[in-house]
């Protein structure tokens, strides 16, 4: 974990833990509070990791742009966030590596980078619609059995 990690986790669990403020005392107001500290702390690190293209194209803290990142990033863990930074820091690396620039994500692409991958259907592990009856799984082991047998056999033919 880098110190710039490091630094993120503390304070992020400090921001978490701790009331958001003297300003207002409903749940929605803490959140807020929370929210926008925590952002505070991703537009830093997005601002170390792009710089000035950042800045320039979402604007200062406190700005519209910081606004509607505050939105975006409303319903995100804390472990989404750091995911999310984490993603970033490693294609920024890559591209670097490359040869490639790149440019700071939206609010939207920063939060769909923050989820996590969902597997398509395809690649998720099949399950029958039905238990197998025991019938079917002596049937399956015999097979099973037959087959390691026939290699057996040939591999030792082979020697």
Known sequence: MSIRQAEFNT????????????????????????????????WKRLTDIYGQRFVSQHGPVGGEGFRTWCRE????????IERGL??????VEQAFRSGITVFPPSAIEY?????????????????????????ARQARIKTGQHYINELKEILARNE
């Open 111 to 135: 939060k769909a980078i923050c989820q996590p991958a969902s597997v398509p259907a395809a690649h998720r592990p099949y399950r029958p619609a039905l238990p197998e009856t025991e019938e």
């Open 11 to 42: 304070t992020a669990n400090q921001l978490l833990k701790s009331p958001a403020g003297k300003s207002g005392n409903t749940w929605q107001n803490k959140e807020s509070a929370r929210m926008n500290s925590l952002t505070t702390l991703v």
């Open 73 to 80: 990033l409303r319903g995100l863990s804390k472990a989404d």
């Open 86 to 91: 984490h993603e970033l820091e490693k294609r």
